[in-house]
């Protein structure tokens, strides 16, 4: 996600003000950085060296249970409407996994499924974070009120120039040896497309939300992940096509989508 430098490097004066406001608040951006991405990203990583990808993109759907919970933490109120419509969601993930559970080990299930499952609650705290001191701060959340964080691609930057403590200690830890050049371009491919465009158009989603329905409401939406992964591996891996369960699951998904998008306009 450093790649979102480059995109603000013709702006002198906002790579100025960006170190600034980085250092002002040192300890948040390192925390909220190392938790939203850092444990995020390599609970990821280390779960996709032993599952399918799609045993890890079903189990990440977590997330959209966690999502409330993390909420409720920083004391937002979620509307029942939001619960409701993520159950729906979540029941559907459920039922696609289940469709394709005999297609993969325990072992498989169960290293690929549980570190995701933490990065499921790591992500949504550490934005949450974000969004909390973009607004009055919190808690231990200080109040950052500073027009650079209007800009998606500052955000991801703060944030990911926030885990270079959490990945120097990682590293001194595991010490992998120097990536292929596959895996420096399938590297540079996923931070392209996830780390800069996915995530900059997620966190000015999540910026544009003003309460914790819609809060929910947009987390609910990487639910549309999985859809698109085992559409992927059908096209492009040779995967399976789901069976009526996992076609079950895919039409609850869908329409616990659906009600969130009719909903939206619902306040707390």
């Known amino acids: 996600m450093l790649l979102a430098w480059p995109l603000l490097s013709g702006k002198r004066h906002q790579l100025i003000q960006t170190k600034q406001l980085f250092l002002s608040y040192l300890w948040f951006w390192c925390l909220a950085g190392s938790i939203g991405f850092g444990l995020f990203y390599s609970m990821i990583s280390f779960s996709a060296s032993f599952a399918p990808g799609w045993v890890v993109a079903t189990t990440w759907q977590m997330t959209i249970l966690a999502s409330p919970l993390v909420l409720y933490v920083f004391g937002k109120k979620v509307p029942w409407r939001a619960c409701l ?132 409401a947009v987390d609910s939406l990487q639910s549309g992940e999985v859809l698109f992964s085992l559409i992927g591996e059908i096209l492009f891996l040779g995967g399976v096509f789901p069976n009526l369960t996992g076609m079950g699951g895919i039409i609850l998904t869908l329409t616990g989508l659906t009600f969130y998008m009719k909903a939206q306009t619902i306040k707390d």
């Not at 009120?145 to 998606?152: G, S």
């Open 85 to 216: 419509f993520t159950l729906i969601i979540f029941a559907g993930i459920a039922a696609v996994n289940l469709g394709q559970s005999d297609q993969v080990s325990l072992q498989e299930l169960i290293l690929g499924g549980f570190p995701v499952l933490v990065a499921a609650f790591a992500y949504p705290f550490g934005n949450q974070m974000l969004w909390e001191a973009q607004r009055k701060g919190i808690g231990f959340i200080p109040a950052i009120n500073h027009e650079l964080l209007n800009d998606p691609f500052s955000r991801i930057l703060l944030l990911t120039l926030g885990t270079i403590p959490f990945w120097l200690i990682l590293y001194m830890f595991i010490q992998p040896p120097a990536p292929s050049l596959g895996q420096a371009t399938s590297t540079f491919l996923v931070a392209l497309f996830s780390g800069v465009i996915a995530t900059s158009l997620f966190l000015h989603a999540r910026h544009l939300a003003a309460n914790s329905y819609q809060i929910a």
